[in-house]
């Protein structure tokens, strides 16, 4: 076991430090796109071919990086043009499951090393899943604050908008794909796979979550502001074609002219305020007369609003008599429905009783008559009734219930 590893070490620190080596070759060949050959020797320009670093391509005469190099570079020095961010998310879950399924077995063995191994790899897949949302959002970022706003024209905005709003639409159904569900399976009540699994996975997602919508915000509020400075610029730049075209135009003044462009008319009006001059005595007269007249106006509001109100308070006191006796109509109806059901020993329905008599109150109101004479008897004489409610309920989510008619029977003596 420590032999491969040991070997590995070794070839890698070798295949670093021959990049480290030609560092700045290597660097002017990802900036310029090609390397010319004879800037390495024979032997380095085979040892970096061999360490899949460089690549002779058949139709070019010189060398080129290979594509992880290119990438590595990218990332190294943030150049979002060149970098490709790809968010496998579905490779990365598959690689969970294999890696716990292993972590189970050898555990269920004994075999703690194994064990640990594959939770090593379990860690370094979680936080590589989470790196690559990361670095993908980073990425947008860098792009809304770069090459977003430098434009010339809208549909070059539009075209932007859309790579950036589908670059969010993968980054969200790549969320997507992710099950908490399965991921709370797949930890089993392993309190170190549940950590991993669920809480540090659902914490960085939810803020990954929170920056796609501050990007969905800002873009936003970036079209609408290349809007208004697109609007502004045509204006300026058809205003300079105008002037161009007239180079003896003068901009007159506008404060002397009685119909202005609403262009210029901008500023707000101004509140006219007046005052009466008692300084001057000729004057005095009108305004004299003026006073006189607002006080007779007050005078004449003052008697129309008393004798209104009472008007008012003479109607009500007319018809307090005629709402009394109607009252008492009322209970002595309701009286004679108990009375009718003492005499029958009968149950009789309220509703019914209303319509065979003719009476001329509303259901509502006759009901709620009913109800009060039931509830104000004594007890002794109640206990000689048995009230029986026909209810239905309104609407099934407020539970809200209507009585919609009444029986009144003799109870058993």
């Known amino acids: ?104 077995e050898a555990r269920r063995r004994g075999d703690y090393v194994k064990a640990d191994l594959q939770l090593q790899v379990i860690h370094e897949t979680v936080y590589d899943l989470t790196g690559q949302f990361e670095e993908a959002i980073h990425s947008l970022w860098h792009r809304l604050n770069s090459n977003f706003g430098f434009v010339s024209s809208l549909s070059d905005k539009i075209r932007e908008n859309g790579r950036a709003q589908e670059q969010i639409k993968r980054l969200l159904d790549g969320i997507s794909l992710l099950n ?36 969905q915000k800002r873009l936003v509020e970036l079209m609408g502001r290349f809007r208004e400075q697109q609007a502004r610029g045509l204006l300026v730049s058809q205003m300079a074609s105008f002037l161009r075209q007239h180079p003896s135009f003068v901009v007159g003044d506008y404060a002397y002219r009685s119909q202005v462009p609403n262009l210029v008319n901008c500023a707000a009006p101004i509140s006219v305020t007046a005052a009466v001059a008692l300084d001057r005595r000729a004057d005095s007269p009108e305004v004299v007369g003026l006073v006189h007249q607002l006080y007779r106006e007050l005078a004449l509001k003052t008697a129309k609003s008393t004798a209104s109100a009472n008007d008012e308070v003479l109607t009500t006191t007319d018809s307090a008599p005629e709402v009394e006796a109607r009252q008492q109509q009322l209970k002595a109806d309701a009286e004679q429905y108990f009375l009718a059901v003492l005499e029958n020993k009968a149950g009789d329905s309220a509703i019914d009783y209303l319509l065979a008599q003719e009476l001329e109150w509303s259901p509502e109101v006759w009901l709620f008559q009913i109800l009060a004479e039931f509830a104000g008897l004594p007890q002794q004489q109640q206990r000689m009734f048995v009230l029986e409610r026909s209810e239905y309920e309104e609407q099934w989510f407020n539970q809200v219930r209507v009585i919609d008619d009444v029986t009144l029977r003799l109870g058993r003596s």
């Open 1 to 104: 076991m420590a032999e491969p590893i040991s070997g590995m070490l070794s070839l890698g620190v070798e295949r670093l430090a021959l990049i480290g080596k030609h560092a700045q070759t290597l660097m002017q060949g990802y900036l310029q796109g090609e390397i010319d050959p004879d800037a390495f020797s024979e032997s380095a320009r085979r040892k970096l071919i061999d360490a899949r670093v460089l690549y002779h391509p058949e139709d070019s005469f010189g060398l080129k990086l290979r594509q992880p190099v290119t990438q590595l570079i990218a990332a190294l020095v943030t150049d979002e043009a060149r970098r490709q961010i790809h968010a496998d998310v579905a490779e990365k879950l598959e690689t969970i499951r294999v890696r716990v399924e292993s972590y189970r």
């Open 180 to 215: 908490f569900d399965e991921m709370i399976e797949l930890a089993e009540g392993n309190p170190v796979l549940r950590k991993v699994l669920v809480t540090r996975l659902q914490n960085h997602l939810d803020r990954h979550l929170a920056s796609l919508l501050e990007v």
